[in-house]
C-alpha cells in the first residue's frame, strides 16, 4: 500500500518512490535480463567506446602507413591504394558512428567482428601472383567500394564494428539485400585476392569471409528482438546475395 503527497509517492514503510515507476528514489533503473546482451550507456560504456575508437584509429593508421609505403615503392599497385580507401570506408567511418541501442558483447560476436573488421593487418601487402589484371582486380574493388559507400549513406550514421541495433533501415541498398555493406566487402576482397594472390591471403580472406558470415549471424539474432526488423525480414528475404544467401 502506498500513499501519496502532492507528487511525490511513499511507500507503506515510508519510503520515497519515483511516481513514475514505483521504484526507490534514486535508485539505479534495472534493466531486464538482455542475456548476452548489454544496453548502451553509462559512464563504463561511454569510456569503452571513446577507447575502441582510439584503437581503432591506431591501428588504421599503422595500417595505412604500410600500405602507401608498399604502393609508394610500386604506384602501378592500384589494388593495395584501394585497400587503404576500402579500410577508411569500413573502419575510419565506423569512427563516427552512432552510439548503438543495444550492443553483443559475447565473445564468439567480439572474434568475428574484431576478426573481420581489422583482417586487413594480416594481409600480405608484398607482390603476389596476378590470377587477373590488376585494372580488372581495381575495377571489382571500385565496384565494391561505390555500393559500401551506396550502403553506408543508406545507412548514414547507424554503422560500427559490434553488432547492434542503432535503429532498423530499409532504404537504400537495404531495400534488396538485408546485408548490402557486406556485399560490398566482398566484391572489394575478391578483386585485391584475385590481383595479389598468395597462400598468406588466400588464408587470411577464407577467415575473413567464414568471420563476416557469423558476424552477420549475430547481428541478424541481435536485432530479430527488434519487430521492426522482423518485419523488414519478412520483406527482404536475402541477406547478402540475393537468390544465394
Known amino acids: 500500500m502506498t500513499k501519496t503527497t502532492s507528487s511525490r509517492v511513499f511507500d507503506s514503510e515510508g519510503r520515497l518512490q519515483?511516481?513514475?515507476?514505483?521504484?526507490?528514489?534514486?535508485?539505479?533503473?534495472?534493466?531486464?535480463?538482455?542475456g548476452d546482451v548489454t544496453p548502451a550507456g553509462g559512464m563504463r560504456e561511454a569510456l569503452t567506446e571513446i577507447l575502441a575508437r582510439a584503437a581503432a584509429a591506431l591501428m588504421?593508421?599503422?595500417?595505412?602507413?604500410?600500405?602507401?609505403?608498399?604502393?609508394?615503392?610500386?604506384?602501378?599497385?592500384?589494388?593495395?591504394?584501394?585497400?587503404v580507401v576500402s579500410a577508411f570506408m569500413t573502419l575510419g567511418l565506423s569512427l563516427f558512428a552512432r552510439v548503438p541501442i543495444h550492443r553483443d558483447w559475447t565473445p564468439f560476436a567480439f572474434i568475428c567482428s574484431v576478426g573481420g573488421t581489422f583482417y586487413f593487418l594480416a594481409v600480405r601487402l608484398s607482390p603476389g601472383t596476378q590470377l587477373i589484371l590488376?585494372?580488372?582486380?581495381?575495377?571489382?574493388q571500385l565496384?565494391?567500394?561505390f555500393w559500401q559507400l551506396f550502403a553506408k549513406v543508406s545507412l548514414r550514421r547507424s554503422f560500427g564494428i559490434?553488432?547492434?541495433?542503432?535503429?532498423?533501415?530499409?532504404?537504400?541498398?537495404?531495400r534488396f539485400v538485408r546485408h548490402p555493406m557486406y556485399l560490398g566487402y566482398f566484391v572489394t576482397d575478391v578483386g585485391f585476392l584475385l590481383a595479389n594472390f598468395g597462400i598468406q591471403n588466400v588464408i587470411v580472406y577464407g577467415c575473413q569471409f567464414a568471420l563476416q558470415v557469423g558476424r552477420i549471424v549475430r547481428e541478424e539474432r541481435l536485432l530479430s528482438d527488434d519487430e521492426r526488423y522482423?518485419?523488414?525480414?519478412?520483406?527482404?528475404?536475402?541477406?547478402?546475395?540475393?537468390?544465394?544467401?
Not at 522482423?230 to 544467401?245: E, M
Open 134 to 140: 590488376e585494372a580488372a582486380g581495381a575495377s571489382l
Open 60 to 83: 588504421l593508421s599503422i595500417f595505412t602507413y604500410a600500405a602507401v609505403k608498399q604502393w609508394l615503392a610500386a604506384p602501378t599497385r592500384i589494388t593495395l591504394l584501394l585497400l
Open 143 to 145: 565496384l565494391g567500394i
Open 162 to 174: 559490434l553488432p547492434a541495433n542503432r535503429g532498423v533501415v530499409s532504404r537504400g541498398a537495404y
Open 230 to 245: 522482423r518485419t523488414y525480414r519478412g520483406k527482404v528475404r536475402f541477406r547478402v546475395i540475393p537468390g544465394v544467401f
Open 18 to 34: 519515483d511516481a513514475a515507476n514505483g521504484e526507490p528514489a534514486g535508485a539505479v533503473p534495472r534493466v531486464d535480463d538482455l
